[in-house]
């Protein structure tokens, strides 16, 4: 499948089968994040792999009352928290270089966007999830102080395909020169 191709039709994915998702295919999804660009080349990212269903139902526990991803973890055989250390992206010897500051949710955005593309050009679903109780995920997954969760992707293969969202025309977001 083509660049664009993978793009067009990636789709949330919040239904999955019981189908298992291999190790080997996991390590190849996480070579996506590894070569993923980042600010500067810091490589911001830590991600936790989680498969045992108690923690996954931890990780339920956490989310916005009514999100909709709460089927996906559950049936997801794999559930990757993606994790950030926090003042590394977009600083240079301890000081933001500009006034961004942090750009660690940029770099995570990348890393998590790539995960996903790769997921799907293997015939695999995933959906970024950012609506939950990051404090308390990070207590549950034990995470040092200076790394943040910042988003959950469930992975496994799609029980359907997603639905196809309206998309804006270029016109209507593209502005040549100035706004």
Excluded at 52 to 75: S, T
Aim: proline residues 6%; charged residues 25%; glycine residues 8%.
């Amino acid at each position: 499948m083509d660049t664009l191709t993978c793009i067009k039709t990636r789709r949330s994915v919040r239904g999955f089968t019981e189908q298992d998702v291999t190790d080997e295919i996991l390590e190849e999804l996480l070579e996506a994040v590894r070569w993923a660009p980042s600010w500067h080349n810091t490589q911001c990212w830590e991600v936790v792999v989680v498969k045992d269903k108690k923690n996954k139902e931890a990780l339920i526990e956490q989310l916005a009352p009514g999100n909709p991803a709460a089927k996906g973890l559950k049936e997801a055989p794999v559930v990757l928290v993606f994790c950030a250390r926090i003042g590394v992206s977009g600083y240079i010897k301890g000081s933001p270089l500009t006034i961004k500051g942090d750009w660690h949710m940029f770099d995570m955005g990348i890393a998590g966007q790539s995960f996903c593309l790769a997921a799907h050009a293997r015939g695999l679903g995933a959906v970024h999830v950012g609506g939950f109780d990051h404090k308390e995920v990070d207590k549950i997954l034990g995470l040092p102080e200076a790394v943040e969760s910042v988003e959950i992707i469930p992975l496994g293969y799609p029980i359907h395909p997603g639905v196809k969202p309206a998309r804006k025309e270029i016109n209507q977001f593209v502005h040549y020169e100035k706004y």
